[in-house]
């Protein structure tokens, strides 16, 4: 399958393109990612947002999380990403993996992972998969800001390879 990945710019979706793949500045689609995904031979669409909150494990008062990217890393990564998720679950419509970068306030979007496919396991596997596999493998860091002062992701994880997955 084809694929597309934006850059930091606005986003928009491939017209052609069966994956959705993208790193931004602002607020991501994700409305328009769950509607992109939907095609007719798919009866389960599956849409995964996780959003900034206030706390970090035992830290509370987080009023600001902010993202880092090595980005000539994130298109590879993002494709090998979508390449995996079709070779493990061949029956998959479409596939979004966008993240953003930059400030991102409490309650809104950092990234969002959708998937479609024909039925119900399938997508939401796969969405599990994508947004695990994601955090894991391509070089997107995260920095906590909070009433104390600030500092990079407590959870923060040491980037594998998707074949380590």
Same mark, same amino acid.
């Given at each position: 399958?084809?694929?597309?990945?934006?850059?930091?710019?606005?986003?928009?979706? +491939? @017209?052609?393109?069966?994956?959705? &793949?993208?790193?931004?500045? *602002?607020?991501? $689609?994700?409305? %328009? !990612?769950?509607?992109? /995904?939907?095609?007719?031979?798919?009866?389960?669409?599956?849409?995964?947002?996780?959003?900034?909150?206030?706390?970090?494990?035992?830290?509370?008062?987080?009023?600001?999380?902010?993202?880092?990217?090595?980005?000539?890393?994130?298109?590879?990564?993002?494709?090998?990403?979508?390449?995996?998720?079709?070779?493990?679950? +061949? @029956?998959?419509?479409?596939?979004? &993996?966008?993240?953003?970068? *930059?400030?991102? $306030?409490?309650? %809104? !979007?950092?990234?969002? /992972?959708?998937?479609?496919?024909?039925?119900?396991?399938?997508?939401?596997?796969?969405?599990?998969?994508?947004?695990?596999?994601?955090?894991?493998?391509?070089?997107?860091?995260?920095?906590?800001?909070?009433?104390?002062?600030?500092?990079?992701?407590?959870?923060?994880?040491?980037?594998?390879?998707?074949?380590?997955?």
């Amino acid at each position: 399958m084809a694929s597309t990945l934006d850059a930091v710019t606005e986003l928009q979706p +491939p @017209e052609t393109a069966d994956d959705w &793949l993208g790193l931004c500045e *602002g607020e991501l $689609p994700v409305a %328009e !990612a769950g509607e992109w /995904v939907v095609l007719p031979r798919c009866g389960a669409t599956v849409v995964f947002t996780g959003t900034a909150r206030d706390h970090a494990g035992d830290r509370t008062g987080v009023s600001l999380l902010e993202y880092e990217a090595y980005q000539e890393q994130v298109v590879p990564r993002l494709e090998a990403l979508a390449a995996a998720m079709r070779q493990r679950w +061949p @029956e998959l419509g479409r596939i979004v &993996l966008i993240h953003r970068v *930059g400030p991102v $306030p409490i309650t %809104e !979007a950092a990234v969002v /992972v959708a998937t479609s496919s024909p039925h119900r396991t399938a997508a939401f596997e796969a969405a599990r998969y994508g947004i695990d596999t994601l955090k894991s493998t391509v070089p997107i860091w995260k920095k906590e800001e909070w009433d104390g002062g600030s500092s990079w992701g407590l959870e923060a994880q040491h980037i594998t390879s998707i074949a380590d997955t």
